[in-house]
């Protein structure tokens, strides 16, 4: 049974600073993953989503990579900002049956003036 | 706009009382699905559903039933709701890739 696991649980930062969150799990026999985030209060918000044979994507201030073979992911923010403050959670999609996806915990930003 | 919408956002009920939720999605996605979020905010799969079909139903009472009646719609009936069912219910949908989420339905019993 897929886990998925994300460090840190929660983080403050100032303004400005670089961020990575990691994602991981257990079984590397993936179909996708996803990165949403959360605002309080409000549903799902599609970051990126990287297929099983690619290594990272990208939009704008976010980078996401993945390494089947560690079964690691990670969400690179650059240069934070206070807007980016919500919770980030990651989606594994596996392989076999049904392609339902595993959600980690998430973790919580807050990105302070 | 093309979106996964749900209604209603907000829901306060009592004990005892039969409640729906209706998911409606215009993206074209052959597959919706019912996540319940706890207190935690810890995201679990209910149900899942493929072009009308039952494909996946998670250890949830059989109080909560699915109905789906065409590809654009999965709703959710709750009998006899109970005070550990007040979450916040989220619907989604999925073509072959990623997942659209709408924005949630919060739950209270009381």
């Known amino acids: 049974k897929q886990e998925v696991t994300q460090i840190p649980a929660a983080l403050s930062v100032p303004e400005g600073e670089n961020l990575v969150l990691n994602c991981s799990f257990t079984?590397?026999?993936?179909?996708?993953l996803q990165w949403f985030r959360q605002d309080p209060g409000k549903g799902l918000t599609s970051l990126l989503l990287?297929?099983?044979?690619?290594r990272e994507q990208t939009s704008g201030r976010l980078n996401a990579s993945l390494d089947k073979s560690s079964g690691r992911s990670t969400l690179y923010i650059a240069a934070s900002q206070p807007g980016d403050s919500a919770t980030y959670l990651c989606a594994v999609r596996g392989t076999g049956g049904s392609y339902i996806p595993t959600f980690g915990r998430g973790t919580s930003l807050i990105v302070h003036p | 706009d093309t979106a996964v919408s749900q209604t209603p956002k907000y829901l306060v009920t009592q004990m005892g009382n039969d409640k729906s939720i209706k998911c409606e999605q215009n993206?074209?996605?052959?597959?919706m699905y019912w996540y319940k979020q706890d207190s935690k905010k810890f995201l679990k799969i209910m149900f899942s559903y493929n072009n009308k079909e039952l494909i996946i139903n998670e250890t949830v009472p059989n109080r909560f039933s699915p109905k789906s009646p065409d590809k654009a719609h999965l709703n959710l009936h709750i009998n006899s709701l109970e005070l550990g069912d007040s979450a916040v219910y989220f619907c989604?949908?999925?073509?072959?890739?990623?997942?659209?989420f709408g924005s949630g339905t919060r739950l209270t019993v009381v």
């Open positions: 993206l074209g996605h052959d597959t």
């Open positions: 990287i297929q099983s044979s690619q």
């Open positions: 079984d590397s026999a993936i179909y996708n």
């Open positions: 989604a949908s999925s073509l072959s890739s990623g997942y659209t």
